[in-house]
């Protein structure tokens, strides 16, 4: 017997880009960029060396932009 594929099925009334939540939290004084998708609670942090607009915005597109092919519709930001 072949090992099968995991096998699964995304519902259309999902839209994976379409709202996350950023902020800046801190861990032990250390600076953390969190973004967490609305819809699905799917999240991804990043370590920050300073809070630099320029630098929050590289790191936003090198962790979900490029990866996600494009921006969401809404960016929600404390």
Known sequence: NAPQRFKFTLKNDL?????????????????????????????????????????LWEIFKKCWINIYLKPPDIIIYN
């Open 15 to 55: 839209n994976f880009n379409y709202e996350i939540v950023v902020n800046v939290i801190y861990l032990e004084f250390k600076p953390i960029f969190h973004i967490i998708n609305a819809n699905i609670i799917f999240q991804i942090a990043r370590f920050l060396n300073n809070i630099i607009a320029r630098k």
